[in-house]
């Protein structure tokens, strides 16, 4: 069974999620908006990986050595100035979320094909904020878009 794959894949990305979020709320400080939210959201991804946890306890984590380093996302080890590198930040974020976003996908096929309410619970909860996340991000990157790519600085 290759679940635990897509566990240790899902628990990592929530992690470097979260942590993203925490350096773009950092990073834009002066934005309210932005800074508040994306401290709630990178709480929100821990709560995911609580929530992962008795699911990886019973079916475990690992990383499947044939298994290529491209699906394993970084996270944003600085953010960018300004308005179009607050508009790249959010972009990078969602990319992120994306995959995330995507991995919960898969997992719930699993669940689903296990017949395991315990883990089609956590994917409800986690997956739909996972989905709010996504909403919010692709939500301000329009209203960011205009002024940073119209408006000469």
Known sequence: ????VYLGLLHRSEGTLAASFRQVAEGHGHE??????CLTLAAQCDAHQKALAPIIARYGETRD???PERLHAQGLAETRSG??????DLQ?????????DITWTMV????????DVELLGVVANCDGQTGTQLKWLQTRMKQAAPQALIVAR
């Open 1 to 4: 069974m290759k679940l635990p």
């Open 32 to 37: 309210p908006d932005v800074h508040f939210l």
């Open 65 to 67: 050595e044939d298994e």
């Open 83 to 88: 308005p179009v590198g607050l508009l790249r």
């Open 92 to 100: 990078d974020l969602y990319l992120l979320a994306s995959l995330v």
């Open 108 to 115: 719930k096929q699993a669940a689903q094909g296990l017949r």
